[in-house]
């Protein structure tokens, strides 16, 4: 079994940034995918950026050239770096865990980006 715990959200200005952290716990196998996905009010859920194993990182085309996501394999952390905020970003954020045979999902975190 496989615990995510996101934390980093907060209220923002349009043009600023946050770094959201998921910390991962248990045993993780070795060919996995960790994702952030957000969720806006009256909205379906939707795929912000993954991060594979191998390292191989994917991003949707509304968080290209603005969002990094990375990871600290020792503290079993990923991280998604998020730059020029706009109030279409405010969501909850969460950490996806999935390696085929579980998926798990994090509590979620919110992030407003409001002025």
């Known amino acids: 079994q496989v615990h995510l715990v996101e934390s980093g959200g907060g209220l923002v200005q349009p043009g600023g940034s946050l770094r959201l952290s998921c910390v991962a716990s248990?045993?993780?196998?070795?060919?996995?995918?960790m994702g952030w996905h957000r969720q806006a009010p009256e909205k379906q859920r939707e795929l912000v950026a993954s991060?594979?194993?191998?390292?191989?990182?994917s991003y949707a085309d509304s968080a290209k050239g603005r969002f990094t996501i990375s990871r600290d394999l020792a503290k079993k952390t990923v991280f998604l770096q998020m730059n020029s905020l706009k109030p279409e970003d405010t969501a909850v954020y969460f950490c996806?865990?999935?390696?085929?045979?579980?998926?798990?999902w994090g509590q979620g975190t919110q992030v407003t980006v409001s002025s």
């Open positions: 996806r865990y999935s390696d085929g045979s579980l998926a798990t």
């Open positions: 991060i594979f194993s191998s390292g191989i990182t």
């Open positions: 248990g045993s993780t196998r070795a060919f996995y995918v």
